[in-house]
């Protein structure tokens, strides 16, 4: 397949698409040939700057400002994106926040808006999207888990119960959608270098390159290949899967 655009003439809808591993996704699949919506929350210039290398890639390419854990702001950007692409195959949920506390000094907010984000806003964007996806002829969702969910860590009861939530919407999408032909897989990765990550104590980093069996940290490409692959027709009897891209953080 090298070579080939593996995504030609798709449309893909990346929340969280302006930064760090969602960034590589949307370009990843805008060098495949794939249209590109991407949504983000705040950062204007982060989300253009994407946009822009998109279009020169000669592909489709439009930026929303959405708070993705909002259902009716989710409902109104979908519907948008509906009507300017007149067609969405591919959804990757990746729009993420965290808020690391140990459980005892954690707030309800923190716990809520982490929940609200990474959960609901998952939820948000494919209940909005179905209609849309379900006219596809190979309709992909990809969640974007993280270790976290499988292993629990601690420091991280919001997002590991919101990234453990993920993994059964992700089973329960491919067994509702599977009829539709629509697949649903969840990616958990590791430690990854974004900004999410940057700001990381140096003894946490100095911990990860000890206990991943590859000794580093991943780059996003790293984890938008796995998401290529996934929304490609390589992956077409592949559904309700959770394919880790950790360097063997969790064996
Ligand atoms: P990041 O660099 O912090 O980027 C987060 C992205 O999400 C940005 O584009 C941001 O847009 C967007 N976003 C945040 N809140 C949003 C909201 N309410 N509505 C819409 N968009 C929102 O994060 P990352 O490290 O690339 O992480 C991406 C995903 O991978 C997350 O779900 C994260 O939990 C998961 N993950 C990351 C790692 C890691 O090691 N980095 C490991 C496992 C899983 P704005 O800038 O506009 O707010």
Same mark, same amino acid.
């Given at each position: 397949m090298k070579g080939d655009k593996m995504l030609k003439g798709k449309t893909a809808v990346v929340t969280g698409? =302006?930064?760090g591993i969602g960034r590589a996704v949307t370009l990843g699949a805008a060098k495949n040939g794939a249209n590109v919506a991407i949504v983000y929350s705040g950062d204007d210039a982060a989300a253009a700057d994407v946009k822009n290398l998109a279009i020169e890639m000669g592909v489709k390419a439009e930026a929303y400002k959405c708070n993705v854990s909002d259902f009716e702001q989710a409902r109104e950007t979908c519907n948008r994106i509906t009507t300017e692409f007149? *067609?969405?195959d591919i959804l990757v949920n990746n729009a993420g926040i965290a808020r690391d506390k140990l459980l005892m000094m954690m707030s309800e907010t923190d716990f809520d808006d982490v929940i609200d984000v990474n959960l609901k806003g998952a939820f948000n964007f494919i209940k909005h999207l179905s209609r849309a996806i379900i006219k596809s002829s190979a309709g992909r969702i990809i969640n974007i888990s993280s270790v976290s969910g499988l292993m629990g860590n601690a420091g991280q009861a919001n997002y590991a119960a919101a990234k453990s939530g993920l993994i059964g919407l992700t089973k329960t999408v491919a067994k509702e959608f599977a009829g539709k032909k629509i697949t649903c897989n969840a990616i958990a990765p590791g430690f990854i270098e974004t900004d999410m990550t940057a700001g990381l104590p140096q003894s946490v980093r100095d911990h990860a390159g000890t206990a991943i069996p590859l000794k580093r940290m991943g780059t996003p490409d790293e984890v938008a290949n796995a998401a290529i692959f996934l929304a490609s027709?390589? *992956? =077409?009897?592949?559904?309700g899967e959770v394919l880790k891209v950790d360097g063997g953080l969790y064996i």
């Open positions: 698409g =302006s930064r007149k *067609a969405v027709d390589l *992956a =077409s009897y592949i559904t």
